[in-house]
């Protein structure tokens, strides 16, 4: 792929970077914390009001009908700044799927979600590290709908979404997706929170009963593998810019810093650490925007987002762990920023698959013998 913007997507960049600087500053979501705010629905509405939130929706809910390397502008930059917004789940997990699987019906939700009034989400994680692609939360045909029986960990922003995009298998075989209100009979959202501070919902779902016309794509291929593949992609570039943001700040800070009367920089040791985290943050964001790129063209996604996710999970731990470790005790003051890069960046790690789980399809994928060769000698 080519790895240069055009000029479009780097006045889109500048345009996300000037309202987040002006707005999600470490100052200002610490006040958010402090206040006890679940996110930012000042910066929300700007947001909304830039109209960044309906950027990649379809023009006929009146989005801009951007694509997926303009949704990973946005998410990055806001990894970058982690901003207290629900960037991620409300674009990625809920609107791009229910725009693209969704039917006339869902138009006035998706216009709602572009004006910053409605969230949505997905529920894709299971207890027991089940595989997001064969989930177990199960679909049962019940006259013009279906009955959902599962249970669905960490959903993002669960407690303050609308409408929870849901993965199931059939009972009649293959999976598909559920647009479901959480406050249905037989729909019980329970609030969580992770290590960053975001809401979090324990998702059950006990014969709740969903209608035909909130199936998503029932007629397309595989919507729930797609839903999988664009959630890995946005969370790998989001990572990215989460890493990147907190490289900055250690880099600035061990070349302030003084002891023995010279920048803690100028030491061996210091200089290999941030050298490595500097590494593994780049391999982040080479292999996230290589997932996000395939996807986007409509390729074969598979195998790059393993890889990405893969690195999320492995390298980018190791990047905010350098970082603590550089900054020594002021590290651990939640007053300052480079806590909320470590937290976020653990959030991230596991959701979704962590770097077992992602190693392991990356290896099944290549093990398997190309398509049209059997995996059998005569």
Known sequence: ?????????????????????????????????????????DLWSRLAAAELLALCLPEEVGGGGAGLMELGIVLEEAGRHVARVPLYAVLALGALPVARFGGPDHRDLLRAVGE???????????????????????????????????????????????????????????TALFLVDPRTAGAEMAAATSTSGEPL?????????????????????????????????????????????????????IAQRQQFGRPIAAF????????????????????????????????????????????????????VH???????????????????YFTVAKSLEASLGGATSQLMRLGALLAAPPDGISDCVA
């Open 1 to 41: 792929m080519d790895f240069t913007f055009t000029e479009d997507q780097e006045s889109l960049r500048g345009l996300v970077a000037q309202i987040l600087d002006d707005h999600a500053t470490p100052a200002r979501t610490k006040v958010i914390e402090d206040e006890g705010h679940l996110f930012d629905t």
């Open 116 to 174: 910053g009034a409605v969230l949505l989400t997905a529920a894709h994680d299971e207890p027991g590290g089940a595989d997001p692609l064969a989930p177990t939360t199960s679909a049962r045909p019940d006259g013009t709908g279906w009955r959902l029986e599962g249970c669905k960990i960490a959903v993002p922003y669960g407690p303050q979404a609308e409408r929870i995009v849901t993965p199931a298998s059939l009972t009649t075989g293959g």
């Open 201 to 253: 919902g324990l998702f059950t779902l006990d014969g709740a009963w969903v209608g035909a016309g909130d199936r998503l794509g029932a007629e397309a291929e595989d919507p729930v593998g797609w839903a999988y593949r664009l959630a890995v992609a946005a969370q790998s570039v989001t990572a990215a810019g989460v890493l990147d943001g907190g490289l900055r700040i250690t880099a600035d800070y």
């Open 268 to 319: 061996q040791g210091a200089a290999m650490r941030i050298a490595d985290a500097y590494i593994d943050t780049q391999a982040v964001w080479i292999s996230a925007w290589s997932a996000m790129w395939h996807l986007g063209q409509g390729l074969d996604a598979a195998e790059a987002l393993a890889i990405a996710k893969f690195w999320v999970a492995d390298g980018g731990q190791r990047a």
């Open 322 to 340: 350098a970082f603590q470790h550089l900054h020594g005790g002021i590290g651990l003051d939640v007053s300052y920023p480079i806590h909320r």
